[in-house]
């Protein structure tokens, strides 16, 4: 069973900076990808950020410049920098591992910015 634990969420204000951290039960350098998502309540869940096993990154619009997406293979943990941050980031989330065609999720952690 895999299990991803986020920790690294919290209250910040507009222009801060949080680091999110995913740590994984298993050996992330077999996952094909992870990912960060965000949701918020009444939206779908949507991609923030993904890194792919061979180590090439995608962002959404709203965040490219702003979070960086990096994986620790030696410590099974991903992570999403987030500098500049601004009220509209403020959601739940989600770390998301893909690997051979099966999809593990975190339980979540929420981000709030302050204005």
């Known amino acids: 069973q895999v299990q991803l634990v986020e920790s690294g969420g919290g209250l910040v204000q507009a222009g801060g900076s949080l680091r999110l951290s995913c740590a994984a039960s298993?050996?992330?350098?077999?996952?094909?990808?992870m990912a960060w998502y965000r949701q918020v309540p009444g939206k779908q869940r949507e991609l923030v950020a993904i890194?792919?096993?061979?180590?090439?990154?995608t962002y959404a619009d709203s965040v490219k410049g702003r979070f960086t997406i990096s994986r620790d293979n030696a410590k099974n943990t991903v992570y999403l920098q987030m500098n500049s941050l601004k009220p509209e980031d403020t959601a739940v989330y989600y770390c998301?591992?893909?690997?051979?065609?099966?999809?593990?999720w975190g339980q979540g952690t929420q981000v709030t910015v302050s204005s």
């Open positions: 298993v050996s992330i350098f077999s996952a094909n990808t």
């Open positions: 890194i792919r096993s061979y180590g090439t990154t």
């Open positions: 998301n591992l893909v690997r051979n065609q099966y999809t593990y």
